[in-house]
């Protein structure tokens, strides 16, 4: 059975920092490329950061770059994404990708939310 099963959900003030943890199983995770979207209300979802199978590069949407790090550590299976300099409009239900581009396999997790606020 495939999980994603994302932590890290926090409530903070802008210019705080937030580290999310996305952790898979029922699936060969160091085969998937693997990313973070978020979704405001009111919004569309988004891409936020995404990064390519072991040892791949990592990719940025603008408004975070900079300020997120994604990361991934294939032994424990899990992906992390350290956002520092929290603003406001980085209010959202954060969601864990994985994605298989030869076999179109496709997953998400059921998302966390993260609130910027002072």
């Known amino acids: 059975q495939v999980r994603l099963v994302e932590s890290g959900r926090g409530s903070v003030h802008p210019g705080g920092s937030l580290r999310l943890s996305c952790a898979a199983s029922g699936f060969t995770f160091s085969t998937y490329a693997m990313s973070w979207y978020r979704q405001a209300p009111g919004k569309e979802r988004e891409l936020v950061a995404g990064i390519g199978r072991a040892g791949g590069s990592a990719n940025y949407r603008a408004s975070v770059s900079g300020r997120f790090t994604i990361s991934r550590e294939d032994g424990k299976n899990t992906v992390y994404l350290q956002m520092n300099s929290l603003k406001p409009e980085d209010t959202a239900v954060y969601y864990c990708?994985?994605?298989?581009?030869?076999?179109?396999?496709?997953?998400w997790g059921q998302g966390t939310q993260v609130t910027v606020s002072s």
């Open positions: 990708n994985a994605e298989n581009f030869r076999s179109r396999n496709t997953y």
